[in-house]
């Protein structure tokens, strides 16, 4: 396996905007050549920290480190990093050969090599042709490619990306999220790419930074972060989620009984994580985890009504109600058995389907920065 | 100290861009009115001003044939900014309803004659109305009058110099809260059974309030002060407050009494601006023409 | 019935304007027809002559008048513009102790009778031996044109995307060089119409002007309102009718050139 080589650090940054407390001590180390995905919901701080990464925010508190270098004291000019914007923030003035050739000209590249080197990048985005047109003559999808390519063509060492896709429709999105990972994979760039669009984050990413309010909740692989959420938080936001308040009623081993408000039910710990008896847990299992049957399950006991049927495509879902009104969704291929509505049926999973999180995990930082601002 | 690099950064582009306007707004608009306002509480000894705090500007300002200039000038504001209503009203309206191309080109033609210097202007309306004037010949021709009447150097010839230069004034704020107008609201109140007129007096009018105050703004306050417009169309017959700041800079040497009188128009305007941003009036609209 | 009604209501209304209109040329159309007359005194047309349009050209007084109008206003259009622009850009991009009190003092010029600005102006003058005239008339100017360039420049600024600002400058472009490539020219509109208002509010300029010019410095304005007690010279009609021409000609040419599609 190759050594892998941190191109950003991000060392304790923090940043405030007047009263609000936007990015909470955060720790993160951005190798080179990934492709890393900030995913979250508006106002969670994920463009913050990359505007602070392109020079145009100063953290609070922290360093952030280029190739090992602090950049926190550097103009947006001085530092070896480019931004496609999520407005794209072409210049409306300038033709799109003018566009991309912005930043070698502010380097002072020799003409010959500009236009070399432009219709290189030009040739890289599919838009040769296209050096005459304006901004305003062009489609979304052609704007972000002209973002792309000016942003390319000064050889940034990483390229930020925020929100690049959002004006686009999903058509165009779908092709573009290809287009752009196969331009990451080509170029060996270090893509820092924002998005709060799970599935644009679980199908482009080498990493996911998944952030809640201005917290890093979770750091992992696409697979990970949708297998093994680490907060009750990432297993809401990405993907559909069953999630349950548990306690912890006994440990055996690696397994555990664990007491839901509407019966038991059994689960295996997570390793290298330590438990306590009667410890507040949630435990989350995803749709297709979800298993039934007409009897009671081995350790299992939550009974509940199938309320109503729904197709999605080839899936149905079949949401059922259990005791204490909670809705659990349980989804399957529609070749497969599917129980019928209005059915009374006991929910049950294998016992390493569930991902089992401390219920602390992030609220526990609301406490905390509850406290220290003296309580709300 | 980490922060104080970035922060310098900003400092040097904030004075220059900031700092000019800030010494030239201090030293020729805030310095100058502070000069006129203690310049008020001096005397005169006839010929210069001499440094001797008095209050006698500020008394001098109940004269009683002040207070006929003042009641003059008022009225002819006061008129003036209502006939411009009235005028612009319907012009302003029609503008806002018209295609695209052709606002542009009425507002250009609104534009145009702003070109030409205003007293030059009145000098044409002088040649119009004077006793051996169009105007007159024009109605001996037809039999209506068999004298010249005297229409120039009249109160109502002052009135039409005024109405003449400050017009645009008012039509321009009016057309852009027209303009502004979103046309459902009419159809709205069409739809729900409101004729013409009740859609005009209850929704239309009260919508497009803030354009006739802000234009009453811009006219009101300058013909107070527009001395010349008397000088020409009135013939130093009528007087205004204008004409009589004028003559104490000018021909009284008075400046004490002058900048008294001064003060009470900058008095006066600080109500009437207090009044216009309660009301919920944009300060910028006055500047925008 | 009712589509009749309209048309008629449509027909009146232009009509309407077509009067006001008329209201406001009308002593234009008089000044141009005055301009051919035979007659010195400007009362009667007597009869059709170019004689006035010789003549101005030996009027070295009223032309020396027109040449200080238009130094006046092009040199306090340049301050005021430059300033002004400054300003705009400067205020809507950074928070600042006292904005508050510029945006006041930006204001005073504009509401306050332009007499009591001239007269304190005056004041000022005279109090800090400025000498009186075309130095005098200039910054007299520039003070009453900064706010209207500051106000036009702020509506062309509000629509502005500050990112394009940032792309610029994350493309390695400093912060003057991200001025001038970049915010300038997108602004350019803005700025130009607001050097375009100081202009016209200068040449037109007579109240402040009146107060704030010394002996020998006469503007065409305060030339005219010289000549107004003693009788306005055909000559005079001769030069406002070029002017106007000119102007017409200059504002046909730009509207027609706006009709072409704007780049950006």
């Known amino acids: 396996m190759e ?285 297709e985890k979800v298993l039934f049957s007409a009897g009671e399950a081995e350790g299992f006991n939550i009974k509940g009504v199938v309320k109503e049927q729904i197709y999605v495509g080839n899936i149905i879902k079949s949401n059922i109600i259990i005791a204490n009104g909670q809705m659990v969704i349980l989804s399957r291929l529609d070749i497969d058995e599917v129980p019928k509505v209005g059915e009374a049926v006991n929910i049950y999973w294998n016992p390493d389907d569930v991902v089992l999180m401390k219920s602390r995990g992030y609220q526990i930082h609301h406490v905390i920065e509850n406290a220290s601002l003296g309580g709300d | 100290m980490k922060r104080s690099y970035r922060a310098r950064n900003k400092t040097i582009p904030l004075l220059t861009t900031v700092s000019p306007v800030a010494i030239w707004l201090i030293l020729l608009v805030a310095a100058p009115l502070l000069y006129v306002l203690f310049l008020s509480f001096l005397s005169t000894d006839g010929y210069n001003v001499v440094f001797l705090f008095t209050l006698d500007n500020y008394k001098n300002l109940f004269n009683p044939t002040y207070l006929e200039i003042y009641a003059n000038s008022f009225l002819i504001a006061f008129f003036t900014t209502a006939i411009c209503i009235l005028v612009g009203y319907p012009f302003a309206y029609h503008m806002a309803r018209a295609g695209k191309r052709k606002k542009t080109v009425m507002m250009v033609m609104l534009m145009v004659p702003f070109w030409t210097n205003s007293l030059i202007r009145l000098n044409g309306w002088k040649t119009l109305l004077g006793k051996t ?152 609209d006055l500047g925008v023409m | 019935m009712r589509s009749r009604q309209k048309k008629i209501g449509r027909i009146l209304s232009s009509i309407y304007s077509y009067l006001v209109y008329l209201f406001l040329y009308l002593p234009i159309f008089i000044i141009i027809l005055f301009s051919f007359n035979t007659s010195e005194r400007n009362i009667v047309f007597e009869g059709f002559t170019f004689e006035w349009y010789l003549k101005l050209f030996d009027n070295g007084v009223l032309l020396n008048a027109y040449g200080n109008t238009l130094f006046v206003g092009f040199i306090s259009t340049v301050i005021a513009t430059v300033i002004g622009t400054l300003a705009s850009y400067g205020m809507s991009k950074y928070k600042f102790k006292g904005k508050g009190i510029i945006d006041i003092l930006l204001y005073i010029p504009v509401v306050i009778p332009e007499i009591v600005l001239g007269i304190s102006l005056l004041a000022i003058f005279n109090l800090s031996n400025i000498p009186m005239g075309l130095t005098s008339l200039i910054i007299a100017h520039a003070t009453f044109s900064i706010p209207f360039v500051v106000f036009t420049v702020n509506a062309r600024l509000a629509g502005f995307d500050r990112s394009v600002e940032e792309a610029a400058m994350d493309l390695g472009a400093g912060r003057i060089k991200t001025f001038f490539t970049v915010t300038l020219p997108i602004i350019l509109p803005g700025v130009i119409s607001g050097a375009f208002l100081a202009f016209t509010l200068s040449v037109d300029d007579i109240i402040i002007s009146f107060f704030t010019t010394g002996p020998g410095s006469n503007t065409f304005p305060l030339k005219v309102m010289e000549l107004t007690k003693t009788g306005v010279a055909p000559d005079v009609y001769a030069l406002t009718t070029i002017v106007f021409i000119v102007t017409v000609a200059v504002t046909f040419i730009t509207q027609r050139d706006k009709k072409k599609p704007i780049k950006g």
């Not at chain 1, 190798?31 to 463009?47: D, H, N, R």
């Not at chain 2, 700041?245 to 002058?258: D, R, S």
């Open chain 1, 3 to 287: 050594e892998r080589k941190a191109i950003v650090e991000i060392k304790n940054v923090n940043k405030i905007f007047g009263e609000n407390h936007v990015v909470h001590d955060l720790d993160l180390t951005i190798y080179k050549g990934e492709f890393l995905t900030m995913l979250g919901p508006s106002g969670c701080g994920k463009t913050t920290i990359l505007r602070m990464i392109g020079g145009f925010e100063e953290p609070t508190g922290g360093q952030i480190l280029v190739e090992g270098e602090r950049v926190e004291d550097k103009e947006p000019f001085e530092r070896n990093v480019n931004t496609v914007f999520q407005s794209y923030a072409l210049f409306p003035h300038m033709n799109i050969w003018n566009n991309v050739a912005y930043g070698l000209k502010m380097k002072k590249v020799k003409k010959e090599e500009i236009s070399r080197q432009v219709a290189e990048m030009l040739q890289l985005v599919r838009l040769n042709g296209f050096e005459k047109r304006y901004p305003s003559q062009l489609s979304g999808g052609q704007k972000q490619r002209v973002a792309i390519a000016r942003a390319l063509i000064n050889r940034p060492k990483v390229l930020l990306l925020d929100e690049p896709l959002g004006a686009l429709d999903l058509k165009l999105r779908k092709e573009m999220q290809l287009e752009l990972k196969n331009l990451q994979k080509k170029l060996g760039i270090t893509f820092v790419y924002v998005t709060h669009d799970q599935e644009e984050a679980l199908t482009m990413s080498d990493r996911i930074a998944v952030m809640n309010q201005g917290y890093l909740d979770q750091l992992d692989t696409p697979e990970r972060v949708y297998e093994k959420p680490a907060t009750k938080f990432v297993a809401d936001f990405i993907g559909e989620s069953n999630i349950f308040e548990a306690t912890i009623s006994h440990m055996t081993g690696d397994t555990a009984s664990i007491g839901l408000e509407v019966g038991n039910a059994l689960c295996l710990l997570e390793k290298g994580v330590s438990y306590s008896l009667s410890e507040m847990v949630y435990a989350c299992v995803r749709p």
């Open chain 2, 133 to 284: 004037g169009f105007v007159n010949t024009f109605l001996q021709n037809l039999g209506i009058i068999r004298e010249p009447v005297e229409i120039l150097y009249t109160r109502g010839a002052v009135l039409l110099g005024m109405v003449y230069i400050l017009i645009p004034y008012m039509i321009l704020p009016l057309f852009a809260s027209i303009d502004k107008l979103d046309h459902s609201f009419l159809e709205a109140s069409n739809d729900l059974g409101a004729n013409k007129v009740k859609t005009f007096l209850h929704v239309t009018l009260p919508l497009t309030f803030a354009g006739i105050f802000s234009g009453s703004i811009m006219i009101f306050i300058p013909s107070l002060g527009y001395f010349f417009v008397s000088d020409i169309m009135g013939g130093g017959k009528s007087q205004l407050i204008g004409n009589l700041i004028e003559t104490q800079f000018k021909a009284g040497n008075n400046w004490p009494f002058g900048a008294s009188l001064s003060m009470m128009l900058i008095f006066l305007i600080l109500i009437m601006v207090t009044v216009y941003k309660k009301s919920g009036g944009d300060m910028e």
